[in-house]
T-cell receptor, first 111, second 115 residues
Framework: EDQVTQSPEALRLQEGESSSLNCSYTVSGLRGLFWYRQDPGKGPEFLFTLYSAGEEKEKERLKATLTKKESFLHITAPKPEDSATYLCAVLPGGGYQKVTFGTGTKLQVIP | NAGVTQTPKFRVLKTGQSMTLLCAQDMNHEYMYWYRQDPGMGLRLIHYSVGEGTTAKGEVPDGYNVSRLKKQNFLLGLESAAPSQTSVYFC??????????????FGPGTRLTVL
């Protein structure tokens, strides 16, 4: 069974204090790994898709990386508006497969 | 483009009542999904559709039914609501499940409380 584990569950940073969120996964033949941002009371907002180990993608202060067992979401010099829950999800290979989501990391950035 | 929209945004039901949640997308996506999100748990797939007129069960389908009569709409029905169905429901859509078009885009959610 596919599994996604995100750590830490919650993270509190000072503005400007860089850090990383972890997503460990077990999946049969990864076809894609997704990162989403979710603000309170809203739907998940797509950030990145990674397809193969070694791949990296960046967007503003966020950079996502992928290995064969885990993905990291690096946040450089975060701002209060980066506060949100970040979700990781994996899509197995081989025909139609369902996406498995992690429970998320709740990030709070303090001014 | 509005993307993925959901109605209603909030609803309170009594046990045993029925209701339908509507999801609409204007991105011409083939695939549509219904998820529920509960505290401490990841998004769980209820039902999905791979095209107009086709639906399939996901991870937690019991107590729910769906229909996809038009490509842009995906309906989720609760025939006899139970307190265990209190949750936030999200609809999502994607072009397909073939990279790089398999990214799912989500609606804003419907918060349902069953008393």
């Amino acid at each position: 069974e596919d599994q996604v584990t995100q750590s830490p569950e919650a993270l509190r940073l000072q503005e400007g204090e860089s850090s990383s969120l972890n997503c460990s996964y077990t999946v049969s033949g990864l076809r894609g790994l997704f990162w989403y941002r979710q603000d309170p009371g809203k739907g998940p907002e797509f950030l990145f898709t990674l397809y193969s180990a070694g791949e990296e993608k960046e967007k503003e202060r966020l950079k996502a990386t992928l290995t064969k067992k885990e993905s990291f979401l690096h946040i450089t010099a975060p701002k209060p508006e980066d506060s949100a829950t970040y979700l990781c999800a994996v899509l197995p290979g081989g025909g139609y497969q369902k996406v498995t989501f992690g429970t998320g990391t709740k990030l709070q950035v303090i001014p | 483009n509005a993307g993925v929209t959901q109605t209603p945004k909030f609803r309170v039901l009594k046990t045993g009542q029925s209701m339908t949640l509507l999801c609409a997308q204007d991105m011409n996506h083939e695939y549509m999904y219904w998820y529920r999100q509960d505290p401490g748990m990841g998004l769980r797939l209820i039902h999905y559709s791979v095209g107009e007129g086709t639906t399939a069960k996901g991870e937690v389908p019991d107590g729910y039914n769906v229909s996809r009569l038009k490509k842009q709409n995906f309906l989720l029905g609760l025939e006899s609501a139970a307190p265990s169905q209190t949750s936030v429901y999200f609809c999502a859509s994607s072009y397909s499940t073939g990279a790089p078009t398999d990214t799912q885009y989500f609606g804003p959610g419907t918060r349902l409380t069953v008393l």
